[in-house]
């Protein structure tokens, strides 16, 4: 992968390009456990969770994906323009209907 040659790249190791996979994946978990910033970056991507639903979906949709992801924002997305076209947070959900719950 493109994460793999840049770790070779950076840790000038050409040389581990001709191990076998496995002593390829050996080299490059040591490899990373020695880099810091390589291991809080995977950190970070591995606690970012992305839910989208259509934005074209029902209000309800978009509360039941809220409540199932368990997150407070979920993105809109758009199949026409293949995008992102905006952000629904639980607040903006309780706005919408506390007309008709009160």
């Known amino acids: 992968s493109v994460a793999d040659l840049k770790l070779v790249i950076s840790e000038r190791r050409h040389d ?20 810091v910033g390589f291991q809080l970056r995977r950190q970070r991507l591995l606690r970012f969770s992305v839910v989208s639903v259509d934005a074209g979906d029902s209000l309800h949709t978009l ?12 993105f809109l997305s758009s199949d026409e323009i293949s995008r ?18 009160c």
Request: aromatic share 4%.
């Open 63 to 74: 509360a039941s994906r809220l409540l199932a992801s368990k997150l407070q924002r979920i």
């Open 16 to 35: 581990v390009l001709d191990l076998s996979v496995d002593d390829f994946v050996a080299w490059r978990q040591e490899a990373s456990s020695r880099d």
């Open 84 to 101: 992102i076209v905006g952000i629904v947070s639980s607040r903006d959900i309780l706005v919408e209907v506390l007309d008709q719950v």
